[in-house]
């Protein structure tokens, strides 16, 4: 009920995190600008959510499209309370020896250059809005549990990941005192259209089930579970959180991948499982 009548901007709007959250937030009476680079999908999704909404095709590696998308939302709204920065992209599975400065790159811009530029564009609007009187707002990120531990794939990936902690917990220091919270949600195994393409190999998108299925929940979690999570931390019941990156993983990130009750798909759970819990067997 805290969120009703905001204004929440989301990047990535159009994927299985970015929509999940629209629809979570627009049921919650919050009236939404979508951001997307597939001009059809935002359509598609806003037609399907039951509060106002404004849809800006874009980039959010373009300072320009970034900009513009804010100003969209303040010309229909009046103004942008809330932001969900959330587009990424996964890059190449490829090998360290092999991988193109060409792929990390485009990784950099979308996963980090993205998120400073929504950041930036964020709180130059929530200083437009303090003078009118404005309170502060909220803005929370799509980590990873790549920007917790690190892997051997997915370099650029992982290094995106770890550098939008980094920006979350600068803005969370320089927002504080303006009544601006900065927090992220670090999501674990969500089978969505992002990793969909990766192929079928380990770390793959067709290898996130029984990946999942190692952590201590022993399933993959959903679009849902994560837009609960972002609802919450952009609500009035998060109000003394910030600088906060928040594990929504299904206990992955508390797993030691050194031990025999298995981590990241390293193990078959099922000995221990039936260990601990022998009605299991």
Sequence with gaps: MSLEGKVCLITGAAG?????????LSADGVRLVLVDLDADRLAALAKELPSPVVVHPGDVASEADVDAAVAAGVAEFGRVDLYHLNAGIPGPLTR???????????VIAI???????????AFRQYEVQARAGAPGGAIVVTASI???????DLIAYHASKHGVVGVVKSA???????GV??????PGIVPTALFAGSGSGPGAGDDMVRRASTTPLRRAGTGEEIASVVAFLLGDGAAYMTGEVVSVD???AAVSTVRPAGGAGAWDPRPRDVQLHPELG
């Design 16 to 24: 299985g995190l970015g929509s999940a959250t629209a629809r979570r």
């Design 250 to 252: 299904g206990g992955a």
């Design 181 to 186: 919270r900065v927090n992220a949600v670090a």
């Design 96 to 106: 360290l020896p092999d991988l193109a400065v060409e792929d990390f790159d485009r």
């Design 146 to 152: 790549a920007s917790l531990r690190a892997g051997d």
């Design 111 to 121: 996963n980090l250059r993205g998120v400073f530029l929504g950041v930036r564009a």
């Design 172 to 178: 969370a220091v320089f927002g504080g005192p303006i």
